[in-house]
Nanobody, 124 residues
Framework: QVQLVESGGGLVQAGGSLRLSCTAS????????MGWFRQAPGKEREFVAA????????YYADSVKGRFTISRDNAKNTGYLQMNSLKPEDTAVYYC?????????????????WGQGTQVTVSS
């Protein structure tokens, strides 16, 4: 079992930055791949970024590539999403998710564990 708690969301102006954190409970977090997803009002939850359990492989949605960076610190049981050059269209609730290591998936149904989400609002 893995429990995830996101933090770091907030209100920021366009062009600004935020860093989201995802703190996990459970000793097995270091063996889990981790993903970030987001859901805007009236839209489906969409993939943002994912990282392998070692941190050696990362994947990004085209919409955030070059602006967002996913990372993790297994010693701290924490994953991160650094978001730079934020745009109003990045406004959404951001969720972290985890699944046992192996292939990195970008689909919501592939992840076993989810956090409660943190709101990110980007004003124009």
């Amino acid at each position: 079992q893995v429990q995830l708690v996101e933090s770091g969301g907030g209100l920021v102006q366009a062009g600004g930055s935020l860093r989201l954190s995802c703190t996990a409970s459970g000793r097995t977090f270091s063996t889990y791949n981790m993903g970030w997803f987001r859901q805007a009002p009236g839209k489906e939850r969409e993939f943002v970024a994912a990282i392998s359990w070692t941190g050696g492989r990362t994947y990004y949605a085209d919409s955030v590539k070059g602006r967002f960076t996913i990372s993790r610190d297994n010693a701290k049981n924490t994953g991160y999403l650094q978001m730079n050059s934020l745009k109003p269209e990045d406004t959404a609730v951001y969720y972290c998710a985890a699944r046992p290591g192996g292939i990195i998936f970008t689909t919501t149904h592939s992840y076993n564990y989810w956090g409660q989400g943190t709101q990110v609002t980007v004003s124009s």
